[in-house]
């Protein structure tokens, strides 16, 4: 069947396309609380353009939505952001930003299906959003570092002190990032990639 050249099926761009060589897809999901910088992280690391649901937030989160210290925030996610990046030629990620907000976490459940680890993204200035969603995912049994993204005007801590605010274990991985830089954001996401190994020999050898 002859097609004109505006009936023709568009296929998925050049760039979004999954290299050949990759033999490996693992998911990865983006947490933390509202404002923290998920869908910055996702957008700087991806290679593909990423999905993003962020919509105005509107007259209907007042006193619903904790906006302290995030008050110049005008958007918000309202079901997941998605990326891709290839770790190497055979590995890639696919990473799920949750939406931050309490009211949103119903989605949760539908994000980390089949997830492999975890991204907990806090903010010093708001570090009390990030007790909650750390506790769900000990809750759930998924694997997951916690990275401090470092803006510009947030309180200063010691790794050692944000450890024992967040009540974290010494096994946890616990790193600073900038979610605006991609080679930070990446750096994030290799030390999961380390963390899930090192959790993938401990059982094997026990």
Not at 92 to 117: K, M
Not at 165 to 173: E, G, I, K, T
Not at 175 to 194: E, F, G, I, P, Y
Request: with cysteine.
């Amino acid at each position: 069947m002859d097609f004109k050249s505006s009936e023709r099926p568009v296929g998925p761009r050049s760039e979004d396309v999954l290299p050949g060589t990759a033999t490996a897809a693992v998911k990865v999901v983006v947490v933390g609380g509202f404002g923290v910088g998920k869908t910055t992280l996702v957008g700087s690391v991806s290679e593909i353009r990423p999905l993003t649901t962020e919509e105005t937030m509107t007259q209907a989160g007042v006193g619903v939505d904790d906006t302290q210290g995030v008050e110049r925030k005008t958007s918000t996610t309202v079901a997941m952001d998605f990326g891709r990046i290839s770790i190497n030629e055979e590995l890639v990620l696919y990473l799920f930003g949750t939406p931050g907000q309490e009211r949103f976490w119903f989605l949760w459940r539908g994000l980390f299906e089949g997830a492999l680890g975890a991204v907990v993204l806090v903010d010093t200035r708001r570090l009390e959003v990030s007790f909650d969603v750390i506790g769900r995912l000990e809750e759930r049994g998924v694997p997951f570092v916690v990275a401090v993204n470092t803006f510009p005007d947030a309180p200063q801590h010691s790794l050692e002190e944000l450890r024992g605010a967040l009540d974290l274990p010494a096994s946890v991985p616990l790193v600073l990032c900038d979610a605006r830089q991609r080679a930070s954001s990446r750096d994030v996401l290799m030390t999961l990639m380390r963390y899930l190994q090192t959790l993938a020999t401990t059982q094997e050898a026990s």
